[in-house]
């Protein structure tokens, strides 16, 4: 991300909520990028990733990125998941393992 100006990363709130309760201050080492910004669970998106949920597509934070994922009139470009369990998603869902080389700026 320090290498891209111009982009932007997505966390669902979910996700970041999960990462934090994994492992103390990695919010904190996130936040810091600039280039981040937390996508909220409003009203729709607590009700739609309640219904993932309900549904058995995973727990919250899988759920709330399946939600953010989805096609928005704010976003129209290709959403890409990072994440370090891509057989979490189901398919059709672009996962991109966040711990690859192309990830950490190696080619």
């Known amino acids: 991300m320090a290498k891209t100006p111009g982009e932007r990363l997505s966390i669902p709130a979910l996700c970041l909520m999960q ?9 904190q080492r996130v936040l810091a990028f600039s280039a981040v910004v937390v996508d909220s669970l409003d009203t729709m998106a607590a009700v739609s990733v309640g219904t993932m949920i309900r549904d058995g597509y995973g727990g919250p934070d899988t759920c709330h990125a399946l939600y ?16 370090g369990n891509e057989d979490a998603y189901p398919p ?6 966040i ?3 192309g990830m950490l700026g190696f080619h």
Do not use: W, Y
């Open 92 to 97: 059709g869902v672009v996962t991109v393992d």
């Open 68 to 83: 953010c994922a989805l096609p928005r009139p704010e976003f129209t470009g290709m959403s890409i998941l990072l994440t």
């Open 99 to 101: 711990d690859s080389l």
């Open 19 to 27: 990462a934090e309760a994994d492992e103390e201050n990695l919010s």
